[in-house]
């Protein structure tokens, strides 16, 4: 049921559970209706019957009860006064109506001794028994015990369909004698039943098909519309962008129609772009008509972003292959003459006669060209093949080395404070001196961002398979045009600086597997982001 209830359109599963909701609704009402009218036809018969009960037991007189019951003779003047009045009560009311006298014992056999009884029963004689079904006798020793009118409910038994009140006949002392026994024939209940049931009938096809057709009609008008929209996508779908929809005037839907015809609008003319755009290595262009379809129109755009992104990576690639090369060429020129230069000093600073002042500045001069000597390897090292040593790295205890030796330097220049956060122990996979590099350059290009004091916060934290340096600094930030730009050779937002600081960040962390974001917003501050991965034994 459920999926042949979803293989129809929406029309139809719209129309279905409207009207199957219209259907258990009137059901349910036409049902109400009917047992309605039927508790209240019963409740009236019932009313009539109890009513009669009770004026009658006034007339009968229970000396002539108590005699007839005792003498049993159908000759004796109490028991023709008795039948004159139980004929007379058959009489005076409804044909429907049948009484007698019954006495206020059951036998063995469950049967009941009637006394006298009216000459419109059939099948049933005065001073006889008759065996009634179970409801007349609970009714009857109930009326007896409890000393009131006692009324069935309708029940069936071999003479007919009944509804039955029992009314007790009492002596002067209190005593019941005999019981005044009302049936009413419930026959007539069922027939009005049966009227009732096919008048309702009748009334509900009627509205049921009355309501098909207006649910039809409404739904019609209302699906209209939705019908439009899906006609409209699955013509975008084969690749007809030049639809328009126009829909009813004055429709709820008329935004959404707008929408729709903007959204063809602009697909008709990304598509007509890519239809004259050729890839990258020469290939003809797509045809039209080979194009206007979703799944090679996606796979078109598709391979442009990825020749754009495979050009752009060669172009990088080439430029920092260039740069390598440049920077190797300088700095072995450089190294050439700061050899001699190094060792004329570690000459002087074996001699003897140098003064104790002489011989600080020899050995400072040595130490800053031991320094730049450093320097000048690292920049060595941006042509060096990918087979640098790796290593387990504290990234907590790095970041707080790091601070300490750069806490000085804050101080010294500015008014800064320095914050450091780490979150739990994270280690990564990388080389502790080129690490140590990178931070120290991006957090010294953070305190000169800061000309007027601020902040700058050093936290480590581990996220999924990665350890996090995050570096944030309220310094003067940078445009979206300059975060572009950053980390390329020879572009610095500084007066004297090259850019190649950042470049060999760059540089080392990507031989690291690793990766730098970088988030900031003029005026306010910028974030580094280093993310390495995490060393797993």
Known sequence: ??????????????????????????????????????????????????GLSTLWTAVVSPEDVEKVIMTKDPNDPAA?????????????????FHSGIVATSINEDKEVYATVVSNSYEGLKPFSFYKSVDIHN?????????????????????????LSSFAPIQNEEGKVVGVLVIDAEASFIKHSQLETILYLTVVFV???????????????????????ILYGLHEVSVGNFNIHLSGKKNSNLDPLYERFNFMTQQLAILFDRLSISSPLNGKQAVSDEQLHTFEVAIGKMDTIIKETKLLKELQRAEKMNAIGQLAASVAHEIRNPMTVVKGFLQIFLAKDGLSEEEHMYVKLMLEEMNRAE??????????????????????????????????????????????TKVSGDVFIKG??????????????????????????????????????????????????EEL?????????????????????????????????????????????????????E
């Open 1 to 50: 049921m459920k999926k042949w209830i979803r293989q129809l359109s929406l029309y139809r599963q719209v129309l279905f559970f409207s009207f199957f909701i219209t259907f258990v609704v009137i059901f349910m009402i036409s049902s109400f209706s009917y047992a309605l009218q039927t508790k209240k036809e019963i409740e009236q018969l019932t009313d009539r019957v109890e």
């Open 80 to 96: 023709k006064r008795l039948q004159q009045q139980v004929n007379l009560i058959n009489e005076r009311n409804s044909s429907y």
């Open 138 to 162: 609970i009714a009857l020793l109930e009326a007896i015990e409890e000393k009131k009118v006692v009324s069935t409910k309708v029940y069936t038994d071999d003479l007919g369909t009944w």
């Open 206 to 228: 009627v509205t049921i098909v009355i309501v098909f057709f207006t649910l039809k009609y409404v739904l019609n008008n209302v699906m209209e519309p939705v019908d439009e």
């Open 374 to 419: 450093k320097i000048i390897n690292e920049y060595l090292s941006l042509a060096k093949p990918d087979l640098e040593f790796s290593e387990k790295v504290n990234a907590g205890d790095l970041a707080h080395k790091v601070m300490d030796l750069m806490n000085s330097y804050a101080l010294m220049s500015k008014s800064i404070g320095m914050q």
């Open 431 to 480: 080389n502790v001196s080129e690490l140590k590099q990178v931070l120290i350059n991006i957090l010294k290009n953070g305190i000169e961002a800061m000309k007027d004091g601020g902040t700058l916060r050093l936290s480590v934290r581990e996220e999924g398979h990665f350890g996090i340096f995050e570096i944030f600094d309220t310094g003067i930030g940078m445009s979206e």
């Open 484 to 536: 572009q730009r950053l980390g390329t050779a020879f572009y610095s937002l500084k007066e004297k600086g090259t850019g190649m600081g950042l470049m060999v960040c760059y540089q080392i962390i990507e031989r690291m597997r690793g990766s730098i974001e970088v988030e900031s917003q003029k005026g306010v501050g910028t974030t580094f982001r280093i993310i390495l991965p995490l060393h797993r």
